[in-house]
T-cell receptor, first 117, second 111 residues
Framework: DTGVSQNPRHKITKRGQNVTFRCDPI?????LYWYRQTLGQGPEFLTY????????KSRLLSDRFSAERPKGSFSTLEIQRTEQGDSAMYLC???????????????FGPGTRLTVL | SQQGEEDPQALSIQEGENATMNCSYK?????LQWYRQNSGRGLVHLIL?????REKHSGRLRVTLDTSKKSSSLLITASRAADTASYFC???????????FGKGITLSVRP
């Protein structure tokens, strides 16, 4: 399967610990997005990369959150000093952006479910 | 913050019936995308409609877009029990094409 993959699928951690998630986009997709989804809500945009450049961060992304995409392929999302309010599904999506925003289809991975105790 | 509304919030129909779900939004869009999500899983892309398109079909799916009313609808014809899921409309806006989602519509198809 050549879809978007995310690891781990589930993560349980204690408050105050750091966690890191990984996303592998569809091969050769130049855009990569991170979203967060809480129970009963739709996903909310966190940040996105075009190749290795992080071009936008949502105000939802506090300074405890950091994302990287060092070689323009996979990306990591790290949360430092986790809080119970960080419990959510973290979703990654990728797209093949060729300059036409009207056709920028985003394909999502299965998500990483984080539970902070 | 999330913009727009999906309607209804929940829909329960019998297998074989059609399901119509509506989505409204507040700001201009580049495109509108519909996704399906089974419980606790990732989102599956269903269909994308551009801001200059009015209707699009894909298999049993039909999507319409009315930019003057800032609304879209998703029609699933001849529904199946396997269509049971949450459905989201997502507005693609700006140069970054980030998606803005609503709360979703829960569809239950009774066998």
């Amino acid at each position: 399967d050549t879809g978007v993959s995310q690891n781990p699928r589930h993560k349980i951690t204690k408050r105050g610990q750091n966690v890191t998630f990984r996303c592998d986009p569809i091969s050769e997709h130049n855009r990569l997005y991170w979203y967060r989804q809480t129970l009963g809500q739709g996903p909310e945009f966190l940040t996105y990369f075009q190749n290795e450049a992080q071009l936008e961060k949502s105000r939802l992304l506090s300074d405890r959150f950091s994302a990287e995409r060092p070689k323009g392929s996979f990306s990591t999302l790290e949360i430092q000093r986790t809080e119970q309010g960080d419990s959510a599904m973290y979703l990654c999506a990728s797209s093949d952006y060729s300059g036409g925003t009207t056709t920028d289809t985003q394909y999502f991975g299965p998500g990483t479910r984080l539970t902070v105790l | 913050s999330q913009q727009g509304e999906e309607d209804p919030q929940a829909l329960s129909i019998q297998e074989g019936e059609n399901a119509t779900m509506n989505c409204s939004y507040k700001t201009s869009i580049n495109n509108l995308q519909w996704y399906r999500q089974n419980s606790g899983r990732g989102l599956v892309h269903l269909i994308l409609i551009r801001s200059n398109e009015r209707e699009k079909h894909s298999g049993r799916l039909r999507v319409t877009l009315d930019t003057s009313k800032k609304s879209s609808s998703l029609l699933i014809t001849a529904s199946r029990a396997a269509d049971t899921a949450s459905y989201f409309c997502a507005r693609g806006t700006g140069a970054n094409s980030k998606l803005t989602f609503g709360k979703g519509i829960t569809l239950s198809v009774r066998p």
